[in-house]
């Protein structure tokens, strides 16, 4: 986990739907792509959110009962909801740690974005350029494997 600073600042992201409870996430990330989907509330469906230029992400802890002892919990961190760190330290630290590259540009991290989703039983959290809701369906389960092929689709690379 990073540490903070006091610039750290945490917002629900009002567009997003609400996760249900359990809402039973998974992602699926390749080298260029980071899906994630879960249960809606209160159950009824199943998002798809596709994250645009991801750079980094994270998955697992804190569940619901220690998402207290995360970081980001003071400064506006709630439970099961979608939410945005302006001035992240997480992506700060990323920044440093590419100064490395001998074709480092600082500016790339300026446009990337620090989100969190808080579910029941883990967190997930992902800096990226942004994120897409690709579809909300009824839950069934042919829609469950129609989400699963799409994240599969385009995480896929044919093998030369």
Known sequence: ?????????????????????PPHPAILAGDVDVLL????APGTGLVLIDFENPIAHYFGGPN?????GHP????????Y????VYRSSWIRAL??????????????????????????????ECVARG??????VANSPDN???IFSTMVARVRRPLD
């Open 131 to 136: 994120l897409k809701i690709l579809s909300l």
């Open 1 to 21: 986990m990073y540490e903070i600073d006091s610039r750290d600042q945490v917002f629900p992201i009002e567009d997003v739907p609400t996760p249900a409870i």
């Open 64 to 68: 619901d009962e220690a998402l207290h």
């Open 95 to 124: 920044e440093r740690m590419n100064r490395v590259h001998p074709r480092h540009d600082a500016r790339r991290f300026d446009s990337m974005h620090h989100f969190i989703f808080t579910f029941q039983d883990e967190t997930f």
């Open 72 to 79: 980001l919990k003071p400064r506006g961190l709630n439970y």
């Open 144 to 146: 469950v494997r129609a």
């Open 81 to 84: 909801g979608a939410f945005e």
């Open 37 to 40: 989907t879960y249960q809606v």
